[in-house]
């Protein structure tokens, strides 16, 4: 079985409103996901159920000027990342490095 490879961009997110906007676009989200902490760790962990089930690796892409404009919410993005990993075995989230980042 292949690995589904999603890739989050979050180059230009300046807020939690734009991240979860990019989620729900960039990650095939629900059109009923709701947009906040609890509604991502819940469909991150349900990625791997999906239209391709099998395992999903999730790539973190241009997270840095988030991660130091807005440290609080990327420190609470992380620990979602991590938890919805942690639940699901078949779900990898990973954050890319490199100038592009």
């Given at each position: 079985?292949?690995?589904?490879?999603?890739?989050?961009?979050?180059?230009?997110?300046t807020d939690k409103a734009d991240l979860m906007e990019r989620c729900a676009g960039h990650l095939e989200?629900?059109?009923r996901f709701a947009r906040n902490w609890d509604a991502l760790a819940d469909s991150l962990?349900?990625?791997p159920d999906?239209?391709?089930?099998?395992?999903v690796l999730v790539v973190v892409r241009n997270w840095r000027?988030?991660?130091?404009?807005r440290p609080e919410e990327w420190e609470i993005a992380q620990e979602v990342f991590a938890a919805a990993a942690d639940r699901t075995p078949a779900l990898?989230?990973?954050?890319?490095?490199?100038e592009s980042s």
């Open positions: 079985m292949t690995e589904h490879v999603l890739t989050l961009d979050l180059d230009g997110v989200l629900s059109d962990a349900g990625l999906g239209p391709e089930s099998g395992p000027p988030y991660a130091r404009t990898s989230v990973v954050l890319a490095l490199g």
